[in-house]
C-alpha cells in the first residue's frame, strides 16, 4: 500500500473525516500538524503547488488535493487503486 502523507491543522473537521476515510481504508498514514508550525505550512504550500488550505494530501507523490477531493476520488471508485498502487 502507497505511502500516505496529510497536512492538517487542530479542531478541522475536514482533516478528521480525511483521516477517518484513509483510515477506514488501511492507508499507512504520516500526519503533519502543522497548525504552530510555519515551516510545516511552508512545505505544504510549495510540495502542493500553491495549496494552502486544510488538509493536503499526498498518496505516494500524487498530490490528491483536500478533503473534498479523496471523497471524490472514493466516489468514483478510483481511491482504492491509487492506495495500492
Given at each position: 500500500?502507497?505511502?500516505?502523507?496529510?497536512?492538517?491543522?487542530?479542531?478541522?473537521?475536514?482533516?478528521?473525516?480525511?483521516?477517518?476515510?484513509?483510515?477506514?481504508?488501511?492507508?499507512?498514514?504520516?500526519?503533519?500538524?502543522?497548525?504552530?508550525?510555519?515551516?510545516?505550512?511552508?512545505?505544504?504550500?510549495?510540495?502542493?503547488?500553491?495549496?494552502?488550505t486544510?488538509?493536503?494530501?499526498?498518496?505516494?507523490?500524487?498530490?490528491?488535493?483536500?478533503?473534498?477531493?479523496?471523497?471524490?476520488?472514493?466516489?468514483?471508485?478510483?481511491?482504492?487503486?491509487?492506495?495500492?498502487?
Open positions: 500500500m502507497a505511502d500516505t502523507t496529510i497536512y492538517t491543522r487542530q479542531m478541522c473537521g475536514y482533516c478528521t473525516a480525511a483521516k477517518k476515510l484513509l483510515a477506514k481504508k488501511g492507508a499507512n498514514i504520516t500526519e503533519h500538524d502543522a497548525t504552530f508550525d510555519p515551516e510545516l505550512r511552508k512545505q505544504m504550500i510549495s510540495r502542493s503547488g500553491g495549496a494552502s486544510f488538509p493536503q494530501i499526498f498518496i505516494g507523490d500524487i498530490h490528491v488535493g483536500g478533503c473534498d477531493d479523496l471523497f471524490e476520488l472514493d466516489r468514483a471508485g478510483n481511491l482504492d487503486a491509487l492506495l495500492n498502487s
